[in-house]
């Protein structure tokens, strides 16, 4: 490839233009890199301080709208059932995510929940009671089958001997009377015995609490069972009623399980009207909610009296406050007016995970900030403790949540990797461009180089094209002047001369065919009759038309002419393609030489080939023999007269025949051109 002035240009254009602006941008973004280590940990003390700021803003502003919210949802708590006749209404309550139960208080007392014992504050205490062992004993007699009718014998026989010595004698033997009558079924009696002992005066210390639920249950099941619902109900709602006004609860899971396996019997009698359903639906639900708020309340006495009592208020008017078991907030004046406090019970689970939830989404946005959040049992709830743990600050964030945000020194290797990864992409990218950049310049000088070289086979084809016209018109118009001028008398001078221009006249004809055919080529198959043809019959035409030039020369031929090759082409060109080669051979090859032509059929294939003893073409020349206007210099090639043209119209016939060509050359040996066509029947 020589490479001319232009092209050094053109080098020194791509050198400046892509190679150096590209280095000098690598070298940047490379030191552009090393800076950002730098900035990274620069940037990394800021982002430390945001994060936190941020970390305690998100959980500041959920614990408010916590706030917010139990606030607006205590509003309802004044709607709540007071007396009886309110509990079979429907009523609207609103529930808050976080927080288990609500208590509202006006100047000091109870407002909700509103379920006896108004005196809350003043009550007493609250206890479970233990089952008496002499009932217990008693029951186990029973149950180990003691004859009916003996034990309701012995027990008349004591209560025929009374008075007894104490009222718990007395009350043991009734209960033992009622719980055989009830397991003989004779409810008649056993309800005779319960009025009879429910209208006792209580005798407190013996009938305690969750004994009077219990024969409360005792005696509504056993309406229930006589099939007696409109008396169950209503004794029903005589004990509920009882329960409202008496002046403190004793025992509230049983008071709670007698009324819940009260009302669900009743809502299941299939005799209830709609009404009547509506209103013990709502009565349950009443019930129920505030039951179990009352039974909390109960539960952790002290601590909301602690709350109640506790001055110590946030000038927003909030307190947290904690038991290690359970955690309040109060809320009061001023984000409540007057002299009204709420306390909420926060509900632990639901609490954490809806301020953990809002929590997260702001984590989200800082990745690269390594830390943990931990609860009150040093739990990791967030983040993570980095292997290589170096604590730079812990602090307590949250009111009343005790969760520790702990920050740790990033990891230096960490930066550096990030960097030496963008590092890596960069330097790839850069690469990639280059060899981009390198493949296509590669690609355009070829292409540059390649025109050049076929401007300059035009210029060559022109100049030798004309020279080859003007040769024969110049011997013509010689001949044809020097016969004019009658200076040749002998007619076999002047058949001699004639015969001359007509040969002339012929090689002439042949050169203007061989352009016109190589235009024709050019123009593709549009220009074709596509027929089906006999290639032997064809190709024997062209080798007959030649002969006599062959052998004159000295060339001995062998031949093979395979009948019915058949393929389907245009006559003219394939009639050239025949003509191009076994000319060709002619023309390569010296005296004394062999020229083979033969047409065969193999397969799906019909073969031509053209094979000659002559100069050869050497490994290098033969891709470019099918160029146009393409020439070898050898002092053969350029002693014998040619276009360059006919291998670039036989190329061209192959391709638009879909054939295909090959070719097995040695230079001083020979040469072989191989035409395959596909073969029609
Ligand atoms: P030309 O008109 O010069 O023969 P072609 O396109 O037919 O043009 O051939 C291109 C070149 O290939 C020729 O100039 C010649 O150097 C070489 N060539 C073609 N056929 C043969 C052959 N049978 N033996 C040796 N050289 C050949």
Request: glycine share 6%.
């Amino acid at each position: 490839m020589r490479v001319s002035h232009n092209n050094l240009l053109l080098f020194a254009l791509f050198a400046g233009a892509i190679v150096l602006p590209t280095a000098i941008l690598s070298i940047l973004s490379f030191r552009n890199i090393q800076n950002e280590i730098f900035l990274a940990q620069k940037t990394f003390d800021e982002n430390r301080a945001s994060f936190q700021t941020e970390v305690e803003n998100a959980i500041e502003k959920e614990q408010n709208k916590i706030l917010q919210e139990t606030k607006a949802a205590s509003l309802f708590l004044y709607g709540q059932p007071h007396s009886l006749l309110d509990f079979g209404n429907a009523t609207t309550y609103r529930t808050v995510d976080g927080v288990e139960a609500m208590f509202l208080f006006n100047k000091g007392s109870l407002v909700y929940p509103d379920i006896s014992s108004r005196h809350f504050i003043k009550a007493s205490n609250y206890s479970t009671s233990i089952p008496n062992p002499i009932e217990k004993q008693l029951f186990k007699d029973e149950i180990n089958g003691k004859d009916y009718n003996a034990a309701v014998l012995s027990r008349s026989i004591r209560l025929m001997q009374s008075p007894f010595e104490t009222i718990d004698d007395q009350v043991q033997n009734i209960l033992g009377l009622i719980r055989l009558s009830y397991r003989h079924k004779n409810y008649d009696e056993a309800l005779r015995l319960l009025e009879l002992l429910e209208r006792q005066p209580r005798p407190q210390g013996y009938l305690h609490a969750d004994l009077t639920r219990s024969i409360n249950l005792l005696h509504f099941d056993i309406l229930v069972e006589q099939k007696k619902h409109q008396e169950a109900e209503d004794y029903c709602l005589n004990i509920l009623g009882q329960f409202l006004h008496s002046e403190s609860i004793e025992d509230i899971p049983s008071a709670k399980f007698f009324f819940e396996s009260a009302f669900t019997q009743i809502l299941s009698f299939e005799d209830l009207p709609n009404d009547k359903r509506e209103a013990f639906w709502n009565l349950r639900e009443n019930f129920n909610r505030q039951i179990s708020d009352m039974d909390i309340l109960y539960r952790h006495k002290e601590l909301f009296d602690e709350t109640i009592t506790d001055e110590a208020q946030s000038k927003e008017g909030v307190l947290y406050k904690s038991n290690g078991d359970i955690t309040l907030f109060k809320i009061g004046y001023p984000l409540l007016s007057g002299d009204q406090i709420v306390i909420a019970k926060i509900d632990p689970e639901a609490y954490k995970s809806r301020i953990l939830s809002k929590l997260s989404a702001t984590v989200k946005s800082w990745k690269n900030i390594p830390f943990s959040i931990t609860d009150a049992s040093d739990a990791v709830i967030m983040g993570a403790i980095p292997d290589t743990a170096i604590v730079l600050s812990q602090t307590n964030i949250g009111q009343s949540l005790q969760w520790d945000l702990t920050l740790y020194e990033k990891d230096m290797r960490e930066i550096r990797k990030e960097s030496r990864q963008r590092m890596f992409l960069m330097y790839g990218l850069l690469t990639f461009s280059l060899i981009t950049v390198l493949l296509g310049s590669i690609f355009m000088f070829r292409f540059i180089i390649q025109e050049h070289k076929l401007l300059a086979m035009k210029a060559n084809f022109l100049s030798s094209v004309s020279h080859e016209l003007k040769t024969p018109l110049t011997s013509i118009k010689m001949f044809a002047e020097t016969m004019a001028r009658g200076r040749v008398q002998k007619v076999e001078k002047i058949q001699e001369y004639s015969s001359l221009i007509g040969k002339e006249a012929t090689r002439l004809e042949n050169l203007i065919g061989a352009i016109l055919n190589y235009t024709r080529m050019e123009h593709g198959r549009g220009a074709f009759k596509w027929e089906k043809i006999d290639f032997s019959a064809c190709a024997k035409k062209v080798y007959e038309s030649m002969y006599d030039i062959g052998v004159e020369k000295g060339l001995t031929f062998h031949t093979r002419f395979e009948p019915e090759a058949y393929v389907i082409g245009d006559y003219t060109a394939l009639y050239s393609l025949a003509q191009n080669l076994i000319e060709n051979a002619i023309k390569y090859t010296n005296a004394p030489g062999d020229i083979t032509i033969e047409v065969y059929n193999s397969d799906e294939r019909a073969t031509f080939s053209v094979a000659d003893t002559g100069i050869g073409i050497a490994g290098s020349e033969q891709k470019n023999i099918f160029n146009n206007f393409y020439r070898v210099g050898d002092e053969m090639t350029r002693s014998t007269k040619g276009s360059g043209l006919g291998l670039a119209i036989v190329k061209r016939v192959v391709e638009t025949h879909k054939a295909t060509i090959s070719l097995s050359s040695k230079l001083g040996k020979g040469s072989t051109f191989t035409v395959r066509f596909k073969k029609v029947e």
